[in-house]
């Protein structure tokens, strides 16, 4: 019984363009100190090529019924784990 209790994986996929943070995202991420004051990400143990790619990609999420960028995902109250290009998410409502 390793596996968390999950309701969805869900995948991660790859985007081209850059995506903009949303601003109550960033006062979120600067509030929990995971951001500095020009607006840069601190993410713990993550490497800055890492943060490259997560700041590229996105999942659908199916809570929200829409795209959300991963950083946002990596924030979310039911976001457990990342493991092979999949968020394991709880699926609460977010509401
Ligand atoms: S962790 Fe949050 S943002 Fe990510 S897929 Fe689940 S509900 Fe959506």
């Known amino acids: 019984m390793d ?6 994986e869900v995948e991660i996929h790859e985007t081209e363009d850059k995506q903009k943070l949303p601003d109550q995202l960033k006062k979120d991420l ?5 951001m500095d004051d020009k607006g840069k990400l601190k993410l713990k143990g993550v490497s800055p090529k890492m943060l490259k790619r997560m700041k590229q990609e996105f999942v659908d999420c199916p809570v929200l019924k829409e795209k959300t960028q991963f950083i946002q995902c990596f924030m979310c109250p039911n976001f457990q784990s990342r493991v092979t290009g999949k968020v394991l998410c709880k699926g609460d409502s977010l509401k």
């Open 30 to 34: 600067k509030e929990a100190g995971m």
């Open 3 to 8: 596996e968390l209790e999950h309701k969805y």
